[in-house]
């Protein structure tokens, strides 16, 4: 039978406050999540709109236009640019949630206390593993904003040039 530390009261005497943060901070972290890939998507939607509806708008008021330009041959690099930051944004960074699977196997014996001392603990590990997924995605949405910038400005030079 597997030796059980007792229960340590002086040093751990936070463990049953700390434990009402636990259900929150996934809470959270999953809000925070959504919103991050919801600021991509609407980056990309933003991306597909503007490289489908300028060419649509410069080829209908100016009809003339040429299209075999570096200008228009750099906006369209630098939207695919944009849209392979958006996949990799969506794709990388996932949420890490507490398996149940694990918790059965490997918590279901301990007291509630030292149970609860662990989710603390874990919940910490976890919220600093989805914390740097979110920066990750809000680092991509960066350089998301800023591909598209240079797509914009590309597609007005070729426009106006």
């Known amino acids: 039978m597997e030796h059980v530390k007792p229960r340590n009261d002086k040093l ?20 925070r999540m959504e919103a991050a890939d919801a600021r991509i998507s609407t980056l990309l939607t933003t991306v597909s709109s503007f490289t489908l509806g ?14 075999r330009s570096a200008w228009f041959g750099g906006a369209i690099a630098f939207a695919l640019l944009a849209f392979g930051c958006g996949v990799a ?33 874990f919940a910490g590990q976890h919220f600093t593993a989805n ?3 979110i920066d990750e995605k809000g680092r991509l949405t960066i350089w998301i904003s800023v591909v598209m910038f240079l797509s914009i400005l590309s597609f007005m030079v070729w426009m106006f040039h």
């Open 12 to 31: 751990y005497p936070g463990v049953e406050m700390a434990y009402d943060f636990v259900l929150p901070s996934y809470q959270f972290m999953v809000g």
């Open 54 to 67: 300028i060419p649509l708008l410069a080829k209908a008021t100016m009809p003339n236009i040429e299209f």
């Open 89 to 121: 944004g969506r794709i990388r960074g996932r949420i890490v949630l507490p398996n149940p699977s694990i918790l059965y196997q490997k918590f279901l014996h301990k007291s509630p206390w030292t149970f609860k001392k662990d989710a603390v603990y």
């Open 131 to 133: 914390s740097q997924a």
